[in-house]
C-alpha cells in the first residue's frame, strides 16, 4: 500500500515510531488486495475478472461530442487519477471511451443518473444517460484503480448502476463555525466522488447569518460577526458545485433560530434579546413575531434576494424548534392567538408556514421544513425533513408530504459508520428513543421529549409513501466543529452514508463497509480532504515536538457520543475545540482492525498472537509518556484518566494472550470492562449523554471490544 492510499490513522502513527506500523502491516496488507473498495456499492457488479496494469496513464476518447462540463468532468478524473496512480508511464494509454446522452433535467430531481461502466484488458466503455450520469460513472472509474508495488492496475468487471434514492445530501452548518470557500469547495469535491448530489447549506442560525444581503446590510454588519460569503462567493460555489453535478439548496431558518436576524433587526422579533451575561441562556431561541405585518415582508423580500443566488427550486425555511414561550409570553402575540383562534403556539406557526410556502412559491420555489412544521396542517407540496425521529417519515408521508430523512444520519452526534450505516430511509421504526430509555432518567414524559421517541406500532410505509420520500441527508451541526475539524468530522462517514442513499437496501454487510471504509478514505484524502493533515496541525499545537504519545492515544480512543459531548463543553465553550477529544475520531481505524484481529484469534487464528501483541505493548506504554508531555500541558490533563484506561486495557490484553489470568486478574479485567461498557453506555443516547456521567476529556476506548473478547477467551 503506497502513502496516497495511506489510511488517515496510519499517518498518525507514523509520530509514534514503526513498531506501531506492526499492526496496520498485517491487517491493511490484507485489505489492500480485496479489491475493488467502491463506495457506493452499484446497483449491479460482474464479478471481478483480473486487474490490467495501467503502464501508460488513460486516454479519454469522445464518442459523443462533449460539453465544456463534461470536459472539466474527465480533467478532474485525470488530475485524480495522477495522484492515485502516480505519473503515466511510457507504456500505450489505458482508452477510456465515452457515449454521454443529452439531459435536459440535468442539476434538478428529475435528472438522469443511471451509467454502465466496463473495463477490459483493453480498454473501458463508459456510457451515461446524463451529465450527472457521466460524472457518476468516472468517481467509479476511479476506485476501480489501485497503486500496486507493481505499478497501477484497474480492475476490469461490468457494472450497471443507478441510484436508490434521488436525493442525497449532506447539511453543511456554516452558521456556528464559518467554514471558508476552499473548505466547502473541498467538501464538494469528495462529495462527487461518493456521488452525493445535494448540499443543504445552512446559512442562517442563531448564531450568524453568513450572506451579504444588499436589501439588509445590518445581516453582516451586525449578524455575521465578521463572517460571512459575499454574493460573489456564494456564485462561485454554486458554479463550482454545479460543475461536480451538486445542487445547492440554502436554509435561512424561520421563525426559530432568529437571534442573528433579531440582533440585525430588533423590531422584527417576539421578545427582547437576551444580554448574553446570563449562564445557560440559549441564544438559539429567539423567534420572529409572527403577527407583524413587517415580518412577512422581511421573509418575503429576505428570500428574494437570497432565493436569486441559488438557481435550485427547493428553497428549505427551517421551522424548527420555535420556544412557544417567545409567543405566550408577548402578550401582543398571545391576544393575537386568542382573537384568531390559535390554540397553540404549533397552530400559529403552521399559518406562518402556509404564507411562507405561498412566499417562495411565488418566488418559483418548493419550501422545505423541518418536521416541526408538520405538527399542523400545512399545504402538502411542503417538503417535511425529519429529524426528531424516524416515526415522522411515516407521519409526514401519510399526510401527503414529500420528505428527506435525517433521522439517523445526524454525525454531530458522533456515533460510528457503522451506526449510521444500518438506518434505511424507509425504516419507520430505525431511529428514535426507547420510552425504558427516557424513563430511566425522567419518569415523566414531557411534550418536549414525545417527539423524539420511537413508535413501537409505526406501520411500515406503503407504496405511495415511499414514493414520497427523496431521500436523505448526512447532517453535520458545527457548535463542537471548528473549520479545521470539520473534513474529520464529515468524511469518512459521510461515505458510508451515501452508500445508503445510492445502493441497493440490501447491501448492510457492516464488516465490509468497515473494510472499504479506510481506502475510501484514503482515496478522499489523496484528491485533496485534509483531515489528516488538519488532525496533525491539532496533535502538533497541542503537544509541540512531542506528538507521539498524544497521537497513539487518539488513534484508539473515540468521542463520547450524542450530546454528551455538547454539555462537557459548555463550561469552556470553545476550548474544546483543541482538545484531545476533537481530534479522536468517531470511527478509530486501529481499534477498529485491533477488534476483528482479536476475534479472529480468539476463533483459532494464532498467527495474529504477534502483532496483537504489539499492538497492546504500544498501548500499554504509552502512558507514561503521555503522562510526561500532559505534567505542565493544561490542554492535555484532562486526558490523563483516558490515557490511564488505555494503558490498563493493554496491560490486561497482554496477560489474556499470555494465558496466565488468575481470579484476582479476573476481578480486576470484568470491573475495568464493565466500567468501560457504564461510559459507553452513559452517552449511548440523547437521554443519557445529557444526564449521566461522563469519562474525563470525553474519551472513550475503543479497544474495548477486542480486550473483552481476548478476556473471555482466557481460561
Not at 501508460?56 to 487519477?81: D, E, K, N, S, Y
Request: hydrophobic letters at 45%; a negative charge; one cysteine or more.
Amino acid at each position: 500500500m503506497t502513502v496516497t492510499r495511506r489510511p488517515r490513522f496510519l499517518t498518525c502513527l507514523r509520530r509514534a515510531g514503526a513498531a506501531s506500523l506492526l499492526l496496520a502491516g498485517t491487517a491493511f496488507g490484507m485489505m489492500a488486495h480485496a479489491a475493488p473498495a467502491l463506495m457506493p456499492v452499484p446497483s449491479s457488479m460482474s464479478m471481478p475478472n483480473g486487474s490490467t496494469p495501467l503502464t501508460g496513464g488513460m486516454r479519454i476518447v469522445w464518442v459523443t461530442h462533449p460539453t465544456a462540463l463534461m470536459q472539466r468532468a474527465t480533467t478532474r478524473f485525470i488530475t485524480r487519477l495522477s495522484r492515485i496512480a502516480g505519473p503515466a508511464g511510457n507504456g500505450e494509454p489505458y482508452v477510456v471511451q465515452i457515449h454521454v446522452a443529452e439531459d435536459p433535467a440535468f442539476l434538478t430531481i428529475q435528472e438522469k443518473e443511471h451509467y454502465t461502466l466496463t473495463t477490459t484488458s483493453h480498454g473501458a466503455h463508459l456510457e451515461a444517460d446524463g451529465p450527472a450520469g457521466l460524472i457518476h460513472g468516472l468517481a467509479t472509474l476511479l476506485q476501480l484503480v489501485e497503486k500496486t508495488p507493481k505499478g497501477a492496475e484497474i480492475e476490469r468487471v461490468h457494472i450497471d448502476d443507478a441510484p436508490r434514492f434521488l436525493w442525497r445530501g449532506v447539511l453543511m452548518d456554516v452558521s456556528r463555525h464559518f467554514a471558508s470557500v476552499e473548505t466547502v469547495e473541498r467538501q464538494l469535491d469528495a462529495m462527487e466522488l461518493v456521488k452525493l448530489n445535494v448540499l443543504h447549506w445552512h446559512l442562517s442560525d442563531g448564531t450568524g447569518f453568513r450572506v451579504e444581503s444588499h436589501l439588509f446590510p445590518k445581516l453582516q454588519t451586525v449578524g455575521s460577526h465578521g463572517e460571512f460569503y459575499t454574493q460573489a462567493q456564494i456564485h462561485e460555489i454554486v458554479v463550482y458545485a454545479a460543475d461536480r453535478g451538486i445542487r445547492v439548496v440554502p436554509e435561512f431558518d424561520v421563525p426559530g433560530h432568529a437571534h442573528a436576524l433579531v440582533q440585525s433587526y430588533p423590531e422584527l422579533g417576539a421578545q427582547p434579546l437576551p444580554d448574553g451575561t446570563q449562564k445557560g441562556e440559549n441564544l438559539n431561541n429567539a423567534a420572529l413575531d409572527p403577527t407583524n405585518p413587517k415580518v412577512l415582508s422581511f421573509v418575503q423580500a429576505l428570500f428574494g434576494e437570497m432565493g436569486a443566488l441559488f438557481p435550485d427550486r427547493y428553497f428549505h425555511a427551517g421551522g424548527d424548534e420555535v420556544v412557544g414561550s417567545q409567543w405566550t409570553k408577548n402578550p401582543a402575540i398571545a391576544a393575537y392567538m386568542k382573537a384568531h383562534g390559535f390554540q397553540s403556539p404549533a397552530s400559529l406557526q403552521a399559518a406562518f408556514t402556509a404564507q411562507v410556502e405561498g412566499v417562495l412559491a411565488n418566488q418559483g420555489k418548493i419550501m422545505m421544513g423541518w418536521d416541526e412544521v408538520s405538527e399542523a396542517p400545512i399545504p402538502k407540496n411542503v417538503v417535511v425533513e425529519g429529524w426528531r425521529g424516524s416515526k415522522w417519515t411515516g407521519s409526514a408521508t401519510q399526510a401527503g408530504h414529500p420528505v428527506v430523512v435525517s433521522s439517523g444520519y445526524y454525525l454531530d452526534l458522533l456515533q460510528p459508520a457503522r451506526q449510521h450505516y444500518l438506518i434505511d430511509p424507509y425504516d419507520t421504526r430505525a431511529d428514535g428513543l426507547l420510552p425504558e430509555q427516557l424513563e430511566a432518567v425522567h419518569k415523566k414524559l414531557t411534550p418536549f421529549f414525545a417527539p423524539f421517541l420511537k413508535d413501537p406500532n409505526a406501520p411500515p410505509l406503503d407504496a405511495r409513501q415511499q414514493a414520497l420520500v427523496m431521500g436523505g441527508e448526512a447532517t453535520l451541526w458545527t457548535e463542537i466543529v471548528s473549520e479545521q475539524m470539520l473534513d474529520a468530522r464529515l468524511w469518512p462517514r459521510t461515505a458510508a452514508v451515501a452508500e445508503r442513499f445510492w445502493s441497493p437496501a440490501s447491501v448492510r454487510d457492516v464488516d465490509d463497509m468497515e473494510r472499504r471504509l479506510p481506502l475510501i478514505q484514503a482515496e478522499l484524502e489523496a484528491t485533496g480532504l485534509q483531515a489528516s493533515q488538519h488532525e496533525n496541525a491539532m496533535i502538533d499545537a497541542l503537544a509541540p515536538g512531542h506528538t507521539g504519545p498524544l497521537a497513539v492515544l487518539t488513534q484508539a480512543t473515540v468521542p463520547v457520543r450524542n450530546y454528551a459531548l455538547n454539555h462537557l463543553a459548555a463550561p469552556t465553550g470553545d476550548a474544546m475545540l483543541s482538545a484531545p477529544v476533537a481530534i479522536a475520531a468517531p470511527d478509530s481505524f486501529a481499534a477498529i482492525r485491533f477488534n476483528e484481529m482479536a476475534g479472529r484469534y480468539v476463533q483459532g487464528e494464532k498467527s495474529l498472537a504477534a502483532p496483537l501483541r504489539a499492538q497492546l505493548q504500544i498501548w500499554a506504554d504509552n502512558d507514561d509518556a503521555f503522562k510526561a508531555i500532559a505534567k505542565d500541558n493544561a490542554a492535555l490533563k484532562d486526558a490523563l484518566p483516558a490515557s490511564q484506561t488505555l494503558s490498563a486495557f493493554a496491560r490486561v490484553g497482554l496477560r489474556a494472550l499470555d494465558g496466565t489470568g488468575n481470579k484476582p486478574w479476573r476481578m480486576d479485567a470484568d470491573r475495568l470492562i464493565a466500567d468501560q461498557e457504564e461510559m459507553f453506555r452513559n452517552s449511548s443516547n440523547h437521554i443519557f449523554s445529557l444526564n449521566l456521567p461522563q469519562p474525563p476529556g470525553g474519551l472513550l476506548i475503543a479497544i474495548l471490544p477486542g480486550v473483552k473478547k481476548l478476556v473471555e477467551a482466557t481460561p
